[in-house]
């Protein structure tokens, strides 16, 4: 959709990747009940006709991205710039190997899990930052194995430790503006992925408590600021790190 089809007021755009996803939906949904527009993008068609017909078409424009393929950013970019500039950047898509164990891991696999979680999500935060205006910014989805590390998947582990770290570095460029980074990493989180990967997924904290917090710091009703690494494990929160640690 065009930007004029849209535009009737002050009409604040979220961009938010993986947005089928178990956190990504629950960030669309608390975005949209606040007023947002936002922009979903998934590699799962499918999946965006659902979320589409869930919350309508003036609350939600649908964009299939295959994060395996940043050459087709630029389109994305472009298609972005005909609906006008966007607030926030929300990175919530994410890939793990189910077969990856800690004593072998195919390279194939290892190259797309590094591909998704870190390189993609750099090159599409590069591409999405000149369309950022006001006072907004980039959210990463990290994880907590990105701190402490996750003994059965040490490649996704990785994959997310040099998001966190590409994450703070680019927010110390920001000190001087008004754009702001912040990373949360969710411990573990009742998600479809999650049920893939333990029986346990149940007794996990629901998925709706990171979307909360997002929403909470979109809106400045939290104390986390630039360059803030945040940990929501067990439903409760708490700050990592900041760039004065």
């Not at 629950?26 to 007023?35: D, L, M, S, T």
């Not at 072998?104 to 750099?122: A, D, G, P, V």
């Not at 701190?147 to 001087?176: H, T």
């Not at 709706?208 to 809106?219: K, R, T, V, W, Y």
Request: overall charge positive; aromatic content about 8%.
């Amino acid at each position: 959709m065009l930007e004029s089809e849209y535009m009737k007021g002050p009409i604040k755009y979220i961009v938010v990747t993986g947005a089928t996803g178990g956190i990504g939906m629950c960030i669309v949904r608390k975005a949209i009940q606040n007023g947002y527009v936002v922009i979903a993008t998934s590699h799962k068609k499918t999946g965006l006709m659902k979320i589409k017909k869930e919350f309508g078409k003036n609350n939600i424009i649908t964009y299939q991205l295959n994060l395996e393929n940043p050459r087709t950013f630029q389109n994305f970019t472009k298609f972005v710039k005909k609906i006008g500039s966007i607030q926030w950047l929300i990175n919530a898509a994410g890939y793990i190997d189910m077969n990856e164990s800690p004593h072998s891991s195919k390279y194939s696999e290892m190259r797309k899990t590094f591909l998704i979680n870190t390189e993609s999500t750099i090159i599409l935060i590069y591409e999405m930052l000149p369309l950022i205006k006001g006072k907004g910014g980039v959210i990463n989805i990290s994880s907590t194995a990105s701190i402490w590390g996750n003994s059965q998947y040490p490649i996704y582990s990785a994959s997310k430790a040099a998001l966190n770290v590409f994450s703070r570095s680019l927010a110390k460029s920001f000190e001087k503006t008004a754009l702001q980074m912040l990373t949360i990493c969710p411990g573990p989180t009742n998600t479809p992925m999650r049920e893939k990967l333990a029986k346990d997924s149940i007794n996990h904290q629901d998925p709706s408590i990171i979307g909360e917090a997002i929403l909470q710091f979109i809106l400045k009703k939290t104390d986390y600021k630039n360059g803030d690494v945040v940990i929501i494990r067990d439903g409760r929160e708490s700050l990592y790190s900041s760039l004065t640690d």
